[in-house]
């Protein structure tokens, strides 16, 4: 069974770095897309960054040019880099994998999510 784990959440100050990484467990037979969202108390879960297995990345406004994901289809591992953070940034970060986890003829893609980790940037 294919779970979601994410590390490298955290407190920092507004300015300051933090990198995300999330790594798939279990077997998967294809990966067609990896992504970031995030939720604020109050909000609605919202896409952050998302990258597909070809390499293509799209970001929401309002992180573009201060965030970055990356992925290791092979090692089923995607990554966050997120720079020059904003107290609007603090949210919890949640790992979402498309992918085809059971052995199917033809494969079928679903939906996998991590249990998400916090972001918490200080004014």
């Known amino acids: 069974q294919v779970q979601l784990v994410e590390s490298g959440g955290g407190l920092v100050q507004a300015g300051e770095s933090l990198r995300l990484s999330c790594f798939a467990s279990?077997?998967?037979?294809?990966?067609?897309?990896m992504a970031w969202y995030r939720q604020a108390p109050g909000n609605e879960r919202e896409l952050v960054a998302n990258i597909t297995v070809g390499g293509t990345t799209n970001y929401a406004d309002s992180v573009k040019d201060r965030f970055s994901i990356s992925a290791d289809n092979a090692k089923n591992t995607v990554w966050l880099q997120m720079n020059s953070l904003k107290p609007e940034d603090t949210a919890f970060y949640y790992c979402?994998?498309?992918?085809?986890?059971?052995?199917?003829?033809?494969?079928?893609?679903?939906?996998?999510w991590g249990r998400g980790t916090q972001v918490t940037v200080a004014s």
């Open positions: 979402y994998f498309r992918a085809a986890g059971r052995l199917t003829m033809p494969l079928q893609n679903r939906d996998y």
């Open positions: 279990g077997t998967i037979f294809s990966i067609n897309s």
